[in-house]
């Protein structure tokens, strides 16, 4: 990795390392929302959400737009995932849907 | 412990899964035409299903919402679009509003489950097919799973590009 990358990865895990981040980047994952309906979710400042929206826009996870007084922000991680990374996660699906599916004719077959 | 095989096509936007159940494929078929089972492997633990309406005949629409862990709830359908049983059926998997009526603007999935008979046991094959990628990853983001996963999944990408 070169020094500019690590710097990426440190900005990545940084961002990613906090529970309410990860929150607030599967909402703007779903779907545009504008900081300040982000803010209304959570039980902090709109400043300290703020914050957190500028962490993962730095760690390139979340891009903003203004419109009007309103900044939106929506989830941007193209360049992070691939077709090949999100079918390994529906795969993660599948195999707990397996164990469970298994685990039902068991105990069926057990009574 | 059902042998499992994972066959990906990232052109076709299809996942392919194997499993080879110690179950007679009537016995398969039972727990897909029964709502009550069929909510208890549907969902994850975190994210519980419900089946409102649910039966396996050609034209039916199954309803269902999945509880995640702060009571927020997701709500999706299933529009039956063939049916040979026991041995397969085939249907469409989309989004719903609150009040379970199809959401036009979520993608749709496409899925084919076949049961065969192998040995006395089930030979299930699950197919299911994404329109197009950005369907694929609203899927998966659509909180069918815990955002933990999400993450690590990201790093992982990260990491390999």
Redesign the interface.
């Known amino acids: 990795m070169t020094a500019s990358s690590e710097d990426r ?1 440190d900005a ?2 940084h961002a ?1 390392a906090d529970r309410t981040r ?2 607030i ?2 909402r703007v ?2 779907g545009e929302h504008s900081v300040s309906a982000l803010a209304a979710k959570y039980d902090m400042s709109f400043a300290a959400v703020q914050k957190h929206v500028a962490i993962l826009e730095r760690a390139g ?1 979340l891009t903003k737009r203004r419109q009007g007084r309103e900044q939106l922000a929506s ?1 941007d ?1 193209e ?20 164990d ?3 685990a ?3 105990e ?2 057990e009574h | 412990m059902p042998v499992t095989n994972v066959t990906k096509d990232l052109d076709a936007r299809t996942i392919v899964i194997t499993a080879q159940f110690p179950a007679p494929v009537e016995r398969v078929w039972a727990l897909y035409a029964d709502p009550r089972q069929l909510e208890r492997v549907w969902g994850p633990p975190t994210y519980p299903a419900t089946f409102v309406d649910h039966s396996l005949r050609v034209g039916s629409r199954s309803t269902y919402y999945m509880t995640g862990p702060e009571g927020d709830k997701h709500a999706g359908w299933w529009q039956i679009t063939a049916v040979d049983e026991p041995h397969s059926f085939s249907f469409d998997d989309g989004f719903a509003d609150a009040d379970l009526q199809p959401n036009p603007d979520l993608p749709v999935s496409h899925n084919v489950y076949t049961f065969e008979d192998r040995d006395g046991g089930t030979l299930a094959t699950f197919t299911s097919s994404y329109d197009t990628a950005e369907a694929l990853q609203q899927v998966l983001e659509m909180g069918i799973e815990e955002g933990a996963t999400l993450a690590i999944n990201q790093i992982d990408a990260f990491l390999a590009s």
């Not at chain 1, 360049?79 to 397996?98: C, F, H, K, P, Q």
């Open positions: 990865a990545f895990f990613l990860r929150d980047l599967r994952l779903a996870l989830g991680v360049a992070v995932r691939t077709v090949a990374s999100m079918l390994s996660e529906l795969e993660e699906v599948w195999r707990g849907r397996i469970r599916i298994d039902l004719l068991n069926t077959e």
